[in-house]
Nanobody, 121 residues
Framework: QVELVESGGGLVQTGGSLRLSCTAS????????MGWYRQPPGKERELVAT???????NYGDSMKGRFTVSGDFAKNTVYLQMNILSPEDTAVYYC???????????????WGHGTQVTVSS
């Protein structure tokens, strides 16, 4: 009933930029938080950035100053502007959301299927 769909991943050169989008679809009562996590090859999934409906943003330490998360909750969409990319940013980027579905009326976590971001050197 609730699905997160990412877009915007791809191949980019070192120093380049990329903009990811994620849209929540389905039936839900409220969308509380949306954001991004990533999982580089051979590493654990880590926080990239999240943003709440009221605009409070959290960033992973290595993303501060380079990545910007923004949300358009009226469109059920979150964006991630990624700048000054390096090969270390290569990972599968997963959209994440905390959503209150219509049934049951209780907050739950949802994950997208991920979009590959590859930064070439």
């Amino acid at each position: 009933q609730v699905e997160l769909v990412e877009s915007g991943g791809g191949l980019v050169q070192t120093g380049g930029s990329l903009r990811l989008s994620c849209t929540a679809s389905g039936r839900f009562f409220g969308l509380n938080t949306m954001g991004w996590y990533r999982q580089p090859p051979g590493k654990e999934r880590e926080l990239v950035a999240t943003i709440s409906r009221v605009g409070d943003a959290n960033y992973g330490d290595s993303m501060k100053g380079r990545f910007t998360v923004s949300g358009d909750f009226a469109k059920n969409t979150v964006y991630l502007q990624m700048n000054i990319l390096s090969p270390e940013d290569t990972a599968v980027y997963y959209c994440h959301a905390r959503i209150v579905p219509t049934v049951p009326l209780k907050e739950a976590e949802y994950w997208g299927h991920g979009t590959q971001v590859t930064v070439s050197s």
